[in-house]
């Protein structure tokens, strides 16, 4: 069987080999990373740690990194604020949301690793040096169908969330990659890794594309392909994630993930995971929130049962062809919101917050509000029929559903969607705000098969010898859908397995 599909575009092709003629230069390593973000970084740092030469070869300026939560099953930190996960309901719970199409081996050892993971980072970035402290995220979902679990860890007041970044995967980053330069790894920026040399079966070096030429990277003991997603590539998406096409993609740094790694790993005799690869994605084209209450499409008819989490929803307006729809509240919001909480909440639902923060922060809704409503992403007015005039959809259509939504919370009962009573709560204080929202993608969270050992995988599940890959290069963590079981798990298995893979090349 070939790893590689004769319908996909021209992004499949091999390209002709590099003579050597246009090498400008070649160097020597043990262990060879391609890329420098979260994944790539903590496979560097754990090398370097064992011992090992290490080399990151990275196509940008700089390490990228984007986003707050990591999320992990567990560790030292979270067991001191009281909370454990039971990690065998954990892992069950992850393979049904993922239709069992994830490598159960792979999420094993995410839920069984990833607390020393952390450990690990939280020693280094909680350093007098860096001065970060950890704090644990308990802003997920609480309802049995979507159950979310605690486990998601930000890293706030570190150099890099001084600077203004976001805090989190920045400051995981910034430390790892100056522990790294106190261990001798060697960092090649702007040089874009372009082909995989093989001797004797065995990938043995990288070719990279830099400003003055092409370099060569040798590498003893492994190439590990850390180059993140394809969300970048629209051609590698229209093949392997058509649906990632059809929503903003709001990937960082822009153009930097094109899908390289993956290519070069399918040349190299890797397979991919099954297609259509998985997204990552949330409800956050527009209106930064999308609540509960009642939602309307562009008709002014309900469309979905709105006690969902944020993938659900998103999965439910693609599935719909619809590029957005409006999620509706009245004034009462500041009360209304947080009486749905215990039942529901998640990200898009409920805003970030501690573990003992149990206020929902209304002057920061009420901010988001003035400026969604500066910007047009939020309406408000007296009456339905205004409200559905600001919309632009139908005055009668929209009134309808909002009077027919109103009756069936007084009764108690959602003939239309089921949705939970506790959650059927009228919209009855004017004024009346429309938020609109879409779905975004963050990342495309498919690519090469890997064992448990992050050995990339040829189409008979043997190894291509000397190659790796982890990160959202790597396949097999998601299969169909991003679950939420831990917020911030994308994150979480790149810095796991990242970690462990380092690890592994130096035991
Ligand atoms: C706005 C936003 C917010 C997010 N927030 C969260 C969050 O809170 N929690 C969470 O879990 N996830 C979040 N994510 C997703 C998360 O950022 C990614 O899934 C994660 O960073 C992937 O890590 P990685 O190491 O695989 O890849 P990346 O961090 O993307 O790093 C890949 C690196 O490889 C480099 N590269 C690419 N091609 C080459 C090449 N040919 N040669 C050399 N280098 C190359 C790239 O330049 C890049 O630096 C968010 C995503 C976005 C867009």
Not at 72 to 101: P, Q, T
Not at 205 to 222: L, P, Q, S, V
Not at 419 to 429: A, H, M, Q, V
């Amino acid at each position: 069987m070939s790893n590689i599909n004769n319908c996909w575009g021209s992004w499949a092709r091999q390209p002709e080999p590099i003579a050597d003629e246009d090498i400008i230069s070649t160097e020597n390593c043990e262990v060879l990373i391609l890329g420098a973000g979260i994944s790539g970084m903590s496979c560097a740092l754990r090398a370097a740690q064992g011992g090992a030469k290490v080399t990151v070869m990275e196509k940008g300026a700089k390490w990228s990194a984007r986003g707050g939560n990591i999320g992990v099953a567990g560790s030292k930190y979270m067991k001191s604020l009281g909370y454990e996960n039971d990690i065998d309901a954990l892992s069950r719970e992850w393979i049904k949301r993922c239709g069992s199409r994830c490598s159960e081996e792979l999420v094993r050892l995410y839920f069984s690793r990833s607390s020393e993971a952390m450990d690990w980072l939280l020693d280094i970035v909680t350093a007098p040096e860096y001065g970060a402290r950890p704090e644990l995220q308990a802003c997920i979902y609480h309802g049995e169908t979507y159950r979310e679990h605690m486990g998601s860890h930000r890293i706030f007041d570190g150099p890099m969330a001084k600077k203004g970044l976001r805090p989190g995967a920045a400051d995981a980053v910034h430390a790892m990659y100056c522990e790294a330069l106190k261990l001798g790894v060697k960092f090649i920026f702007n040089c874009s890794a372009c082909r995989l040399i093989k001797e004797d079966g065995r990938v043995a070096a990288t070719i990279g594309a830099c400003a003055d030429g092409y370099i060569r990277i040798n590498a003893t003991k492994g190439v590990v392909i850390a180059t993140g997603d394809i969300s970048g590539n629209d051609e590698m998406c229209a093949d392997l994630a058509p649906l990632a096409n059809r929503c903003p993609k709001i990937y960082t740094p822009v153009g930097q993930n094109t899908g390289d790694g993956h290519r070069l790993g399918l040349w190299a005799g890797g397979s991919f995971e099954q297609q259509p690869f998985p997204l990552m994605l949330h409800p956050q084209a527009y209106f930064f929130s999308s609540l509960c209450f009642l939602f309307v499409d562009k008709k002014g008819r309900r469309f979905m049962n709105e006690d969902n989490y944020i993938q659900g929803k998103c999965n439910t307006l693609l599935s719909k062809n619809m590029d957005y729809a409006w999620s509706i509240i009245d004034s009462a919001w500041a009360e209304k919101i947080p009486a749905t909480l215990p039942y529901g909440g998640g990200i898009f639902w409920d805003i970030d917050h501690g573990p003992d923060d149990t206020e929902f922060p209304t002057e920061k809704f009420a901010g988001m509000l003035e400026r969604g409503m500066k910007a047009g992403t939020a309406v408000m007015a007296d009456s339905f029929e205004a409200l559905a005039e600001k919309m632009g959809i139908d005055a009668e259509s929209f009134s309808k559903t909002a009077e027919k939504y109103n009756a069936a919370c007084a009764n108690g009962k959602d003939s239309d969607f089921g949705k939970r009573s506790e959650l059927l709560i009228p919209l009855d204080k004017p004024p009346y705000y429309a938020l609109k929202f879409g779905s975004a993608v963050l990342a495309v969270v498919g690519g090469l098969r890997v064992g448990a050992d992050m050995g990339v995988l040829d189409e008979n599940n043997d190894s291509v010898d000397g190659l790796y890959a982890i990160g959202n290069a790597a396949g097999g963590r998601y299969g169909v859908d991003y679950p939420m079981v831990i917020p911030g798990n994308s994150h979480g298995t790149a810095l796991t397995f990242g970690y462990l893979l380092g690890g592994f090349l130096t035991e």
